[in-house]
């Protein structure tokens, strides 16, 4: 257990609203990893972190925002969301000994954009 | 850039009997590789890992792993499967440079039958 959050775990919107999903670590992980799961797809990295306010693209990060104003959180922002982005959203920490590069998941949330 | 095979997207196995999950991976310098356990619902459990040293390396709930630098492979095996084995199952490789997430494969769903 790496003390990771994620909050909602569920939840239902509407195409076209704004979306966060909130990611929280209590043990000063300096990465932090926002991924997508989906059938067939496997998990799909979409924006990172390597510290606050240091954050890089992945694979599918159209339609995608983060923000990290502090160590603790990294939060996942749909702009406007589509129904595409129904998916379950994983966040991960990788722990900050550099020659392991071991990655810990949180629990997930899964939303449904109707 | 690395990348990740899993040839088999879905492989059912009788309780009691031996498992081997493939994974293949491409990466040009030596990896780091996992293997990680999804379980219906749940988010990724980090079942072992490679970094150096002895190709062979043990994990959690009886599974362990064999590196193949020649064959670029890092396959998944248990002597004998449970029901409870059922899941899903991610290989990943990383590498040294920090700021480089992992990369997943597609997964390979496990069902176990009496």
């Known amino acids: 257990d790496a003390g990771i959050t994620q909050s909602p775990r569920h939840k239902v919107t509407e195409t076209g609203t704004p979306v966060t999903l909130r990611c929280h670590q209590t043990?000063?992980?300096?990465?932090m990893y926002w991924y997508r799961q989906d059938p067939g797809h496997g998990l799909r990295l979409i924006h990172y972190s390597y510290g606050v306010k240091d954050t890089d693209k992945g694979e599918v990060s159209d339609g995608y925002s983060v923000s990290r104003s502090k160590t603790e959180d990294f939060l996942l922002t749909l702009e406007s969301a589509t129904s595409s982005q129904t998916s379950v959203y994983f966040c991960a920490i990788k722990q900050n000994d550099p020659s392991t590069d071991t990655q810990y998941f949180g629990p997930g949330t899964r939303l449904t954009v109707l | 850039a690395q990348s990740v095979t899993q040839p088999d997207i879905h492989i059912t196995v009788s309780e009691g009997a031996s498992l081997e999950l493939r994974c293949n991976y491409s990466y040009g310098a030596t990896p780091y590789l996992f293997w990680y356990v999804q379980s219906p619902g749940q988010g990724l459990q980090l079942l072992l890992k490679?970094?150096?040293?002895?190709?062979l390396v043990q994990g959690i709930k009886g599974f362990e792993a064999e590196f193949k630098r020649s064959q670029s492979s890092f396959n998944l095996r248990k002597p004998s499967v449970h029901w409870s084995d059922a899941a899903e199952y991610f290989c990943a490789v990383g590498a040294l440079r920090e700021n480089t997430p992992l990369v997943f494969g597609k997964g390979t769903r496990l069902s176990v039958i009496a």
């Open positions: 043990e000063n992980h300096r990465y």
């Open positions: 490679y970094f150096s040293g002895d190709t």
